[in-house]
């Protein structure tokens, strides 16, 4: 799998403390713009972040590229529906050579007999999809048969506010071990970028008590979790 922060916007935290003073200040907004140090950057944001003051949040993007995920995970991720995507198509990409790689599920990794059982299935529904299309039926129609497994490249466009939720719950040990992965990796990349933004950001047991209830893992997380994933 692969996760990269491909794009930004130029200094986030720059401008989500700048319309944060726009809000509360009778100035104009260049002489906002040059009163702002980094000082007072950093004061803003925290402030920002302790008053829950979240929609300035959304002027700040940010675009990763992930590839080697499969299409369960790519599934999970679109349902968040604040954020883009874009997504290799099945319709019009045939699936070959390299690019027909597939995820192996590491409870079914770990297990010798399993693991032989689960490839030679996915060899068998590669080999039918290749036959097909060389039957000639369209790729679109072809699909039909690939598994959940088959990998897939996306690339995602969300602003600051809806990572800090996706985090929230794709971080959780709840959600399932591959899009949590992939939400651990886009973390730790924007967390370079806008460290004051993103400093608590993580499920909700990382700031009070969980709220799954009786579905709780019971194992709440620390921030060391993001160096050891
Ligand atoms: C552990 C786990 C298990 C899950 N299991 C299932 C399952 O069994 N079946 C299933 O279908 N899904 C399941 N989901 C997906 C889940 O239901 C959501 O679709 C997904 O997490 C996206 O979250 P969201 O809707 O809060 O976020 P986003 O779409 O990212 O939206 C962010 C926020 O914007 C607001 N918002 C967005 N759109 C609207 C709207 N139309 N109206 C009002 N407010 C809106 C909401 O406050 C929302 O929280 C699961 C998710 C997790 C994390």
């Known amino acids: 799998m692969h996760v990269k922060l491909i794009n930004y916007t130029?200094?986030?935290?720059?401008?989500?403390?700048?319309?944060?003073?726009?809000?509360?200040?009778?100035?104009?907004?260049?002489?906002?713009?040059?009163?702002?140090?980094?000082?007072?950057?950093?004061?803003?944001?925290?402030?920002?972040?302790?008053l829950g003051h979240y929609s300035v949040l959304e002027h700040a993007s940010f675009t990763f590229a992930l590839e080697g995920i499969s299409r369960v995970t790519s599934h999970q991720l679109i349902r968040h529906r604040l954020a883009s995507?874009?997504?290799?198509?099945?319709?019009?990409?045939?699936?070959?050579?390299?690019?027909?790689?597939?995820?192996?599920?590491?409870s079914i990794?770990?297990?010798?007999?399993?693991?032989?059982?689960f490839t030679e299935n996915i060899e068998q529904l590669k080999a039918t999809y290749c036959r097909l299309v060389q039957n000639g039926i369209n790729i679109e129609d072809a699909r039909y048969i690939l598994p959940q497994a088959v990998t897939t490249k996306i690339i995602i466009t969300a602003n600051a506010r809806e990572l800090l939720h996706i985090f929230r719950l794709r971080c959780c040990n709840?959600?399932?071990?591959?899009?949590?992965?992939?939400?651990?990796?886009?973390?730790?990349?924007?967390?370079?970028?806008?460290?004051l933004v993103f400093k608590n950001a993580g499920p909700p047991c990382l700031s009070g008590p969980c709220p799954e209830g009786e579905l709780s893992c019971g194992h709440p997380w620390s921030k060391n979790n993001l160096n050891k994933e």
Request: net charge positive; proline share 5%.
């Open 10 to 50: 130029k200094n986030p935290e720059r401008i989500i403390a700048q319309s944060a003073r726009v809000c509360y200040s009778a100035s104009n907004i260049q002489e906002l713009k040059k009163k702002l140090d980094q000082p007072a950057v950093e004061r803003i944001i925290k402030k920002i972040m302790k």
């Open 85 to 106: 995507f874009s997504q290799q198509s099945q319709r019009y990409v045939k699936i070959e050579g390299e690019d027909f790689s597939f995820v192996i599920p590491p």
């Open 109 to 117: 990794k770990d297990q010798d007999g399993l693991k032989s059982i």
């Open 174 to 195: 709840r959600a399932q071990w591959e899009i949590r992965e992939v939400a651990i990796k886009m973390l730790k990349e924007v967390k370079k970028i806008a460290p």
